[in-house]
């Protein structure tokens, strides 16, 4: 089983993706609504994928990326955002960044798609 982090400051962002990923039955899914703490939990445990949203209030999703692939680049990591700007999207691929996400999801199945393809399921 694959373990994926989700990390976002919406709540109802994160319900909505951790219900879904859970139904597949094949990913175990960890969620933090507090960059910082989630850093830690990933420092601490063998994740597979972090799906992190690109704005928050304290670390910035790109931060985030930034801080995983220097301590383990073999962790995918997906970044979602309801504002992407080419500056950020820029810095998130010369980072290594493994996906996008776009916000609100239109069609949950396509982001499973995107996840999947990320985790070779």
């Known amino acids: 089983m694959k373990k994926v982090m989700i990390i976002d400051d919406q709540l109802e962002i994160i319900?909505?993706?951790e219900r879904f990923l859970l139904?597949?039955?094949k990913i175990e899914v960890i969620t933090n609504?507090?960059?910082?703490?989630?850093?830690?939990?990933?420092?601490?445990n063998n994740f597979h994928l972090v799906l992190t949203d690109i704005m928050m209030p304290t670390l910035?999703?790109?931060?985030?990326?930034?801080k995983i692939k220097q301590t383990n680049p073999t962790i995918?990591?997906?970044?979602m955002?309801?504002?992407?700007?080419?500056?950020?999207?820029?810095?998130?691929?010369n980072?290594?960044?493994?996906?996008?996400?776009e916000k609100p999801f239109k069609?949950?199945?396509?982001?499973?798609?995107?996840?999947?393809?990320?985790?070779?399921?």
Request: aromatic share 4%; charged share 25%; hydrophobic share 40%.
């Open 15 to 17: 319900d909505v993706l």
């Open 23 to 25: 139904r597949s039955g």
């Open 33 to 44: 609504s507090n960059p910082e703490a989630a850093l830690k939990d990933i420092e601490n």
């Open 60 to 66: 910035s999703g790109v931060e985030i990326l930034e």
């Open 76 to 79: 995918k990591v997906i970044m």
């Open 81 to 93: 955002t309801a504002y992407s700007t080419q500056n950020k999207i820029d810095k998130s691929n």
């Open 95 to 101: 980072l290594n960044c493994d996906g996008y996400i």
């Open 107 to 121: 069609n949950l199945k396509d982001v499973e798609n995107i996840i999947f393809s990320a985790l070779n399921i």
